[in-house]
Each structure stands twice: as structure tokens, then as C-alpha cells.
């Protein structure tokens, strides 16, 4: 099992080299570039002063070599600097020490996902089994047509309209930032009722999606198994009905599910430039979306590479649960 992890970890490597190759190229296929941002907004520029600041970010080299230079620093662990007019160190704009943890861009994303991902496989699971343990009952059917148009709604149509009615007309919720103006003002509980009343609508609309598609495949997946025969004789021998489904059925259903959020991890990290630009949450997604407005090439790498990892690191913790799930794949 140590030999399979040591091995499915090296793998990462080259595949990430290939994310950063291919993204870096499409990149720098959009039209413009960097310098625009800074020169065309100035009608005394001069072309001689464009020129040097080509030559500062490195631009006036082939793409190659640009790949080349930026590849070099990241070995290091060095993002480089941002292309923005403050010019500030890509990581330290990511990760700013300066501020508290809570407050920190690449913390806010992380911990949103991961709780959306917790509030999923709790909600998902259980529906997804009780829709398959009552197959056709009016219960199946109500969750069935939820699940579809958890399905058929975009995120960002789902986020203003829960804008307008939690905050504007019943003025329940906040509809933007992480917390209030008096928040320092505020006690200690009043701290935690503020943080989790601004993350309420975010989280709902992170796992909306999600939700929906996680609690089918648990459905269909569980079908499928309790059609099989050792379901059969464990309730022929007279077992009880959640013995049965929760002991004997559910360890294997769960095993497609792993895999499916596995490959999920990506999405909730690419619905965070969504969800963060409409709710004004200082994260990596509107981090990133500002980066791509700008053509800040080192901020948009050092997003996309922190992304890819990640993903990448939750595949390979896909494929731990997997093995724990599964005691015949621990033994091959």
C-alpha cells in the first residue's frame, strides 16, 4: 500500500509540469498583453518606454524561454512578482502574512471548499440512500425532481436570487464580505454568528451543485448494489433491513462516489471565482479573476499551479479512501 501511495505521488509530478505547460501557452495565446493595462490608459507613453517594460517582465523573450525562466523560479518555490503596478511578490499577495489567518486569501478558499465538500457527502449521502431504499415512493420522486433542478440551475443565477430575497427584501443576511463593519466592536460569540451568517449563502451555493450530482450517483450506485446477491442471502439469513444496507451495501456503493469527488475537487475550486466575485469574498477565485482582467501572467500561474496541486493532492486522497473502502485493492 506505502509502494502504490509513493508511486501514485511521483505520478503527480509530471502531470502537473504538464498542467503548468499547457496553461502557460493558452495564457499567452489571449490578445494583448501585460503592458497594455499600463501604457494604454496613458497617452504619454512612448514606445521606447513600452519597450523597456517588455524587456523588464520579460516578455520581449519566445514563449518558450519565458516558460523556461518562470519553470526556473518555481523550482525554488518563487512565483515571482505581480505584473500589477505595486509590484508586489506573487506570494506574499496570496498568502499575506500580514493579515490574520482567517483573513488570508488562500485560507478563505480552502476552508470554504472543504466545508462545502463536508456539507455535501452529509446531505448527499443520506439522500442518496434513502432515495435508493425507496425507489418510486413519492419521496424518491420529490428528491429526484429537487436533485434535477439543483441540476438545471446556474450558480451565479442561484446566488443573486438568494442576494435578493435573504438580503435585500428580508434583510436576514449579508450579501457581501466575510464580515461587518463593527466586527472588531463585537464579543466573542458575536465574532462567530457575523462570520457564519456572511458564509451562509456562499456555502449554500458551493454545494448546491454539487449536492444534486453527488446524491444521484449515491442512488444509483446503491441500486446497484443492493441488486446483487450477497445483499439477497444477508437478508435472507434475516438480518435487519440497516444492518443490511449500512453494514453489508454501503461500503461498496461508496466506492464510485469516491472517485466522483476526486474529480468534483475542481470544480468547487473553479465555482470559487464565481460565487467569491458575487459575494465579495477576498479569496483565490476573485484573486484570480482579477489577475486574468489585468493579464497578470505570475499571479494567474501561481493560482492555476496552487489549483492543480491541490487537485491533484485530492485524487490521491480519493485513492486512500478508495483503498480503505476496498480491502481487496490494499491487498493487490
Given amino acids: ?4 501511495l509513493i508511486k501514485r505521488f511521483f505520478e503527480t509530478i509530471p502531470t502537473l509540469f504538464g498542467i503548468t505547460l499547457i496553461s502557460f501557452f ?18 504619454k507613453i512612448t514606445p521606447e518606454a513600452r519597450e523597456r517594460l517588455e524587456k523588464l517582465y520579460n516578455l520581449d523573450k519566445p514563449i518558450i524561454v519565458q516558460y523556461g525562466l518562470w519553470l526556473k523560479k518555481i523550482v525554488r518555490l518563487d512565483f515571482g512578482e505581480s505584473f500589477s503596478t505595486d509590484r508586489r511578490p506573487v506570494m506574499q499577495k496570496i498568502w499575506d502574512t500580514k493579515k490574520p489567518l482567517l483573513e488570508r486569501r488562500l485560507f478563505i478558499t480552502f476552508m470554504i471548499n472543504l466545508i462545502s465538500m463536508v456539507i455535501i457527502l452529509l446531505i448527499a449521502i443520506p439522500i442518496g440512500i434513502s432515495s435508493a431504499t425507496h425507489q418510486n415512493t413519492l419521496y424518491d420522486k420529490i428528491t429526484t425532481t429537487t436533485v434535477f433542478i439543483g441540476f438545471a440551475m446556474p450558480s451565479f443565477w442561484l446566488a443573486l436570487l438568494l442576494m435578493m430575497l435573504f438580503g435585500v427584501y428580508l434583510h436576514w443576511l449579508p450579501i457581501s464580505g466575510l464580515k461587518s463593519l463593527n466586527y472588531d466592536s463585537l464579543p466573542l460569540l458575536a465574532k462567530v454568528l457575523d462570520r457564519v451568517k456572511h458564509l451562509l449563502l456562499p456555502l449554500f451555493v458551493a454545494a448546491f451543485g454539487s449536492l444534486a450530482a453527488d446524491s444521484r450517483f449515491m442512488r444509483s450506485s ?7 446477491d450477497y445483499v439477497t442471502v444477508a437478508r435472507a439469513k434475516g438480518l435487519p433491513e ?8 454501503f461500503r461498496n456503493a461508496l466506492l464510485p462516489l469516491i472517485t466522483l469527488i476526486g474529480l468534483s475537487i475542481p470544480g468547487l475550486i473553479g465555482g470559487s471565482v464565481i460565487f ?4 465579495g469574498i477576498p479569496g483565490m477565485g476573485q484573486l484570480f479573476f482579477s489577475a486574468v482582467m489585468t493579464r497578470d501572467y505570475p499571479l ?14 485530492g485524487n490521491l486522497l480519493a485513492d486512500i479512501g478508495y483503498m480503505i473502502a476496498d480491502p481487496r485493492i490494499r491487498v493487490k
Fill in 242 to 249: 440497516n444492518k443490511v444496507i449500512y453494514r453489508h451495501a
Fill in 276 to 279: 467569491e466575485n458575487i459575494f
Fill in 222 to 228: 446503491m441500486l446497484e448494489v443492493i441488486r446483487q
Fill in 300 to 313: 494567474v500561474m501561481a493560482v492555476l499551479t496552487i489549483g492543480s496541486f491541490l487537485t491533484l493532492i
Fill in 1 to 4: 500500500m506505502l509502494t502504490y
Fill in 26 to 43: 493558452i495564457i499567452h495565446l489571449a490578445p494583448g498583453k501585460p503592458t497594455d493595462v499600463l501604457t494604454e490608459l496613458n497617452p
